[in-house]
Each structure stands twice: as structure tokens, then as C-alpha cells.
């Protein structure tokens, strides 16, 4: 039995190979059990895969079902639903710029990049170090991870950082504002460093270095990992998802933080599962296994019938690579 299975009440294994879900199956067999499940590419040919695909646009982009388009241009919310869709390509079908749609749909977001590295217009004119982390996250592991591109935006979002060294949306510590069609298209609001961290953005954030590899040394992304850990199961110190029910309610591609993608990150960046606050986020997932190996978690969207075992299988890699890892 492999080490980290015996952190846990139950064998999921069984389950995420019997769950009726072929790509939650392939993965398990790859990331779990290391075996060779063939190539990634036949579930790219699911029905399911193909459905999303016949969806995108010529220009790469997937169109928006209903734009409020007296909040953000038709083109803005094509942005996030490009976002969402890249998703579901790279994190549910192994999607990568060797498939056609891919670098069609970079390109796209590509598009939306400014000079300075970030991506801009899911907030109007205001900056999305959020976004502009989750687009660079899914990039990254559909192979763009040498690109200047986002080598730029890594740079953007280390250069955005508040005094404390985590984020926050910069125009949440400016202002009260709300989040409407005139402030959105005014003046770019510069953050006010001096006040503390979102551990909301900051999960965010630390996705995309976790993604890019080459970051479990640097001291800066430590330190914020550990101002992440720091929060767990409290409340943010800004209006948006602020209050602690946030941190257990999950969804699947990982969107917002909580406390499954807090963790993935952690574990991605070479933390300890000694660490206290780690070890205090992993006992929440033990003492919440069922019998049959999955878990019994609040799930805050999502019309897939798999999304359980897309949940339970990322627990299993987060504990898998706590424990395997020797940490």
C-alpha cells in the first residue's frame, strides 16, 4: 500500500476506478497508481470534450451565454468564459498546446494581456491579480510555462504584492466601491499596500507559481504560502467570499480558495504536512471520509455528475503528495 493511503480511514482507490467517470478513472490510474493508462489524447475525443470544443469561436475565444453588457463588453465576458472553458479542457481532459483549440484559446487570452503583464477587463479597467493568476495557472500546464508571456505576468503579480507579502485586489484596498459598470471603466486603481493581505486572492495568486514549478525555494512565495496557511478556517479581511463557511465549500476546475485548493497549493510548493495549520487542514478531510473512500464535502456548483470524484480524487493528490513526498 502506498504510504499515504495509510493517512486515511478508507481506500479511495477503488472508488475513483469504478466511479463511471473514464477521465476521472485515467487520471487515477496515472497520478495515484502510476500506471500507463495510454495517451491522454483519447479523452480528448469524449463526447463530452467535444461538446466544449464545437463551442469555441473562430477568434479562440467561447461566447458568454448572457453578457450584462452595461457591466463589461461583450469581448470581457467572452474572457472569463474562454477562462472557464480552458479549464475544463486542461484540468478534466488532460488538454494541452498539442491539441489545436488550445493555443487558439492562449492566444486569445494572450490578447487581453497588458504591457505590464497582466490580464486585464474581467474588472474593466481595474487590475485582476485573481485572473490574471488562474489564466496563467491553466497556461502553464497546457505547456506555456517558458512562454515571455507569462514569464512577464509572474513578474506582474510578484511586483502587485501588498507590504505583508500576500495580495489583495488592488482597488478592494483603495476603495468601497461597488463593482459596477462606471467604476469598473474608470481610472486603474493602484493598490494601497499598507493593508493586510486576502488570503482569497492570495490562494489565487500561488496557484499559478505552484503551477510554473520553479518556485518551492523562493522566499517570496514561501512567505506567502505560509500567510495562506496562517488562514484557514477564518474570515478574509475584505467583502468578497469573506466569511469561514467559504474555506469547505468546493467546486471543480478549482476556482476561488478554499480549503482544497489552499492545500493542493501547499503541497505543490514543497510544504510540510507537519506544519500545525497544514496538518489541521488535512484532519478536516480524515474525519470527513466515508466508508466508500470519497468524501462527504459541499459542492458549490457544477452540472457534471463526476464532480464528487473530481473532489475526491484532488484530495488524494493532495495527500498523496504530502505524504509520499517524504514531508
Not at 463589461?72 to 488538454?95: C, H, M
Not at 506567502?224 to 469573506?242: C, E, I
Not at 497549493?265 to 489541521?280: E, H, M, V, W, Y
Request: net charge positive.
Amino acid at each position: 500500500m502506498a504510504s499515504w493511503l495509510k493517512h486515511l480511514p478508507h481506500n479511495p482507490i477503488p472508488l475513483l476506478l469504478d466511479c463511471g467517470s473514464e477521465p476521472v478513472a485515467y487520471f487515477a490510474r496515472r497520478d495515484l497508481l502510476g500506471e500507463d493508462p495510454g495517451p491522454v489524447e483519447r479523452l480528448w475525443e469524449s463526447r463530452a470534450a467535444m461538446k466544449i470544443l464545437r463551442a469555441q469561436m473562430p477568434n479562440g475565444a467561447w461566447k458568454y451565454p448572457s453578457p450584462a453588457t452595461t457591466a463589461r463588453s461583450s469581448e470581457d465576458y467572452d474572457q472569463i468564459e474562454t477562462y472557464r472553458n480552458l479549464g475544463f479542457l486542461v484540468e478534466k481532459f488532460g488538454g494541452t498546446r498539442k491539441h489545436p483549440a488550445v493555443p487558439k484559446a492562449a492566444e486569445f487570452l494572450f490578447s487581453r494581456q497588458t504591457p505590464a503583464g497582466d490580464f486585464r477587463g474581467i474588472y474593466g479597467r481595474q487590475y485582476t491579480p485573481n485572473y490574471s493568476a488562474g489564466i496563467m495557472e491553466l497556461l502553464i500546464k497546457a505547456g506555456y510555462g517558458r512562454d515571455p508571456r507569462i514569464r512577464r505576468g509572474l513578474r506582474w503579480l510578484l511586483a502587485i504584492r501588498q507590504a505583508d507579502g500576500g495580495w489583495a485586489i488592488p482597488f478592494r484596498t483603495a476603495t468601497n466601491a461597488k463593482l459596477d459598470a462606471a467604476f469598473m471603466n474608470s481610472k486603474t486603481l493602484e493598490p494601497d499596500r499598507a493593508k493586510p493581505f486576502s488570503h482569497l486572492i492570495t490562494g489565487c495568486v500561488l496557484r499559478a507559481f505552484a503551477a510554473a514549478g520553479n518556485y518551492r525555494d523562493d522566499e517570496d512565495i514561501r512567505k506567502a504560502g505560509k500567510l495562506l496557511a496562517s488562514r484557514f478556517f477564518q474570515s478574509d479581511s475584505y467583502v468578497d467570499r469573506r466569511t469561514p463557511e467559504y474555506w469547505t465549500g468546493f467546486r471543480f476546475p478549482f476556482w476561488f480558495t478554499d480549503l482544497l485548493t489552499a492545500l493542493d497549493t501547499l503541497s505543490r510548493l514543497g510544504f510540510s504536512a507537519n506544519d500545525p495549520q497544514i496538518r489541521k487542514g488535512l484532519n478536516w478531510f480524515v474525519e470527513r471520509q466515508r466508508n466508500d473512500g470519497g468524501w462527504k464535502l459541499k459542492l458549490l456548483s457544477g452540472s457534471d455528475k463526476a464532480l464528487p470524484y473530481w473532489l475526491d480524487l484532488a484530495v488524494c493528490r493532495v495527500f498523496q503528495r504530502f505524504f509520499d513526498d517524504g514531508r
